[in-house]
């Protein structure tokens, strides 16, 4: 046998074996995909946020992405403000713990409907409850509508913009996430800007005992008024985050 004979069946060897050993990895991987694809309500794992208006029976919030680029992730690691009702910053957190919410949405039943459905059924006509996501990568936002109860299980039936011929089934608890008091939304911070770092003194004036002062020492406080001794420090990183 020839030296090139040899090295052409050498080849066929080694591709039949990665045929054999990768492909089938290959294709595993693609089915676990696409089972996790179908089990989320919406995918939007390569997303980013511009814009959520969240509506229900308290007063309609509309949040708007305020960094830089002006789009946010899904983890509330961004920066928030709220444009209405009233304009001010929002708490990223409260909006991440949304936003997570939707991204890692998963149903627990779904309805197909070839021929539409009649949104009074399912109590979708006046939903508890609705958040809108307009995305940084898509020209037509996604609206998540939550309806009535399922008879079966702590359940409520959800409609989605982007797919209008089915109706999924979610967790009860979702509809009173999403339907919040404006001030729950809202930066509670006295300093939005402010790190806790960069607050050296903190100075009040209370009945008793009047004026109260507290200092930065490194990674501790003192009270330096009315009398001075250490400070607890859970109070006074309480009034420098806050």
């Not at 046998?1 to 060897?13: G, H, Y």
């Not at 991204?103 to 059924?121: A, M, S, V």
Request: aromatic share 8%.
């Amino acid at each position: 046998m020839s030296a090139r004979v040899s090295l052409v069946l050498m080849i066929l060897f080694i591709g039949l074996a990665y045929l054999a050993f990768f492909e089938p990895l290959r294709t595993q991987q693609k089915e676990e995909e696409r089972a996790d694809r179908e089990s989320h309500v919406v995918w939007l794992k390569e997303a980013k946020l511009e814009e959520i208006h969240v509506r229900g029976e308290k007063p309609p919030v509309d949040l708007l992405c305020a960094s830089k680029d002006k789009t946010c992730p899904f983890d509330g690691s961004g920066e928030w403000t709220i444009s209405a009702p009233e304009k001010g910053n929002a708490d990223a957190s409260a909006v991440g713990t949304l936003a997570s919410s939707i991204l890692n949405l998963t149903h627990n039943g779904k309805l197909d409907f070839d021929q539409g459905y009649d949104p009074k059924e399912f109590g979708l006509d006046l939903p508890r409850a609705e958040v809108t996501l307009k995305l940084a990568s898509q020209k037509e936002p996604i609206t998540l509508k939550f309806g009535k109860a399922s008879p079966v299980g702590p359940e409520v039936y959800l409609s989605v913009s982007s797919d209008p011929k089915q109706i999924y089934q979610v967790p009860n608890y979702l509809p009173g996430m999403v339907d919040q008091e404006p001030f729950h939304w809202r930066n509670k911070r006295l300093f939005p800007k402010a790190e806790a770092p960069a607050v050296s003194e903190i100075r009040w004036t209370s009945k008793r005992p009047g004026e109260v002062l507290a200092k930065r020492e490194g990674e501790n406080w003192r009270l330096e008024k009315p009398l001075k001794v250490e400070a607890d420090r859970k109070s006074t990183r309480l009034n420098s985050s806050h």
